[in-house]
């Protein structure tokens, strides 16, 4: 299949791997932004292919793993109310909030749909004027032009009983969180390369400039992947701490620049929490007061709502590339992906149902 098997072809792989091989002098930690790319990572088995002195760690770029629990809760509290259709894309479902998920609001009487696009949920709040149709808006730079797209129609339209419960968070603020830590490992990214189709690659220079670590734009294929990472050794290796864009057939520099004018139209940027690692201050998406009215945590007076998230789960720890997966006690144990503890597990994209899928919970503390 064309675009498909191009970017999985074995011989390849095996070529790139030498070369890997041949410009690795030194021990080097790099890390996967994207839940999409650890995935492929995991399943195409490239972190066990590559030299030893090349460790992949996991980023968290995974938008329902980094969701806090409080904006599930206020999701499950806004979902139960009689006057409401609450939609969301699948994959929020099933991810735990305190004491329940969507899937049991929905079979306690809940109205809870899956869309595939929140204009479909303008669409449903134009069809039941008498109720309060809610988005549930989760992700990084990459759904944003569509969120903003589906706020911008319906105050455009009038749709008064339209919202969205916000829960948008911003890549670059992340990776500088995680480069000012104290406990920081990570000397490389692979920055993620849809994020970069909307917002291009400008606002990673700075931080490439000032931490001095090289910021590769990579696809999801595994010879996207093994690319990146070989682009990313050779500037380790020669001492460059430069960003460079493997995923050219799909971004540019500047980004989509009609998708980025929508989203400041609609959104302005806001502090953020990270499950599992707290607050970051500027990493996330919040309505412009000009659309009050839109936004579900106001019209729900559900903003103030704090919980803890629970002791036993360490994937905030996991999410900054400290700790592996199957270092955590709970892995394959207590949480599965039946049983999910944290929104790791519970997430496709997540690094713990990745190595769980992959079987990668039989490996020694130490890798
Ligand atoms: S295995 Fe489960 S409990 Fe452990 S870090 Fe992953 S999601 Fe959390």
Not at 138 to 155: D, I, Y
Not at 208 to 216: D, G, N, S, Y
Not at 240 to 251: I, L
Request: proline content about 7%; charged content about 25%.
């Amino acid at each position: 299949m064309k675009y498909l098997d191009e970017y999985r072809n074995p011989d390849i792989a095996r070529r790139m791997l030498e070369e890997i091989r041949n410009v690795t002098t030194k021990p080097w930690v790099i890390m996967e932004i994207c839940g999409g790319q650890t995935h492929s990572i995991i399943k195409n088995g490239i972190d066990r292919l590559l030299p030893k002195e090349i460790e992949l760690v996991h980023g968290p770029g995974c938008p329902v793993c980094v969701t806090p629990l409080e904006q599930i809760d206020k999701a499950l509290e806004i979902a139960g109310r009689k006057d409401v259709i609450f939609t969301s894309f699948g994959d929020m479902l099933r991810v735990p909030g305190s004491d329940k998920d969507l899937f049991m609001v929905k079979s306690q009487g809940g109205d809870v749909r899956v869309v595939y696009s929140p204009l479909d949920a303008v669409k449903i709040a134009q069809d039941n004027p008498d109720k309060q149709v809610v988005f549930f808006a989760v992700g990084f730079e990459t759904t944003a032009p569509n969120n903003a797209m589906s706020v911008w129609q319906a105050h455009q339209q009038g749709v008064k009983n339209f919202s969205i419960l916000v829960s948008h968070v911003l890549v670059p603020p992340a990776m500088e969180a995680l480069l000012s830590s104290s406990q920081n490992r990570v000397q490389g990214y692979l920055a993620a390369g849809h994020v970069c189709t909307i917002m291009g690659w400008e606002e990673y220079e700075p931080i490439a400039e000032r931490f001095k670590v090289p910021i590769v734009v990579t696809g999801f294929e595994p010879l996207d992947i093994l690319e990146g990472i070989l682009m990313t050794v050779k500037q380790l290796e020669a001492g460059r701490a430069e960003v460079e864009n493997q995923y050219t057939r799909v971004v540019r520099r500047e980004g989509n620049r009609p998708a980025q004018d929508l989203v400041a139209k609609v959104f302005q940027v806001s502090n953020r929490k990270w499950r599992g690692i707290g607050e970051i201050p500027a990493s996330g998406f919040s309505l412009r007061p000009k659309f009050a009215l839109h936004d579900a945590e106001q019209v729900f007076n559900v903003g103030d709502l704090k919980v803890d998230e629970p002791s036993e789960c360490i994937s905030g720890i996991v999410l900054q590339g400290l700790k592996k997966p199957y270092e955590c006690p709970a892995f394959g144990k207590q949480c599965t992906p039946e049983n999910p503890l944290g929104a790791t597990m519970v997430s496709t994209e997540g690094a713990c149902s990745a190595y769980y899928a992959y079987s990668r919970h039989d490996l020694p503390v130490d890798g």
